[in-house]
């Protein structure tokens, strides 16, 4: 096992190695299922290693879905900017890029949806980890909104997510067509917002 040492170098390849495993052990299996030795296990690092980085596996929780908060919106909107320049496209891209993320062999739904049933007490700090990605990606709906032109953008953003979260439900839930059907949905929704021709 690979004991912490007091070089900075040696820390960040530490704490690296322990949100690496969390992320995989957390996401794979939930966050429940998965203790303290587990990740101690497959990151190779020693217990104490670990306590000194992250005093608590709440913490380790929390940072592991800020983490994965981070990669999982790089991805989002590369994927949606990827797919068209038309800024009322976009807001159905955001379908396409949700499909091709339920086609992803090690698909296994969305951790800030599945975090909700996994962890007690609303003061958890994945709980608010979890919030804070469900604002961003809120944000940036309502930015992609705005720039097709939506005279309510807030509005039309939440309904996009909520259409986005029951696909993802769905999808983990091994229905093949979730995106296409929440896809049509949002289209309906663009269509009477006046952004989209019938």
């Known amino acids: 096992m690979t004991e912490q040492t007091s070089g900075g170098s040696s820390r960040a390849s530490v704490r690296e190695q322990i949100l690496a495993s969390a992320v995989e052990l957390f996401v794979h299996n939930g966050i429940r299922a998965v203790g303290i030795e587990a990740v101690t296990e497959h990151s190779g690092v020693t217990r104490s290693a670990l306590y000194r980085e992250f005093p608590s596996k709440d913490g380790l929780v929390a940072e592991v879905l800020r983490r994965r908060d ?5 991805w989002f909107q590369m994927a949606i900017f990827q797919r068209t ?4 496209e976009r807001l159905l891209a955001v379908f396409d890029a949700l499909e091709a993320w339920f086609a992803q062999p090690d698909f296994r739904g969305s951790p800030f949806i599945n975090v909700r049933t996994e962890l007690i007490g609303e ?7 979890a919030a804070d990605h469900v604002r961003r990606v809120r944000k940036f709906l309502a930015e992609l909104a705005t720039a097709a032109g939506a005279p309510d953008p807030a509005t039309l953003a939440a309904q996009i997510q909520q259409i986005m979260k029951g696909a993802i439900v769905m999808a983990q839930e ?16 663009l269509v009477e917002a006046g952004l989209l021709a019938e």
């Open 123 to 129: 003061e958890h700090p994945g709980l608010a980890a």
């Open 174 to 189: 091994r229905e093949p067509r979730a995106a296409e059907l929440a896809r049509r949905t949002a289209r309906i929704l």
């Open 70 to 74: 981070l990669a999982w919106r790089e």
């Open 85 to 88: 320049a038309d800024p009322a």
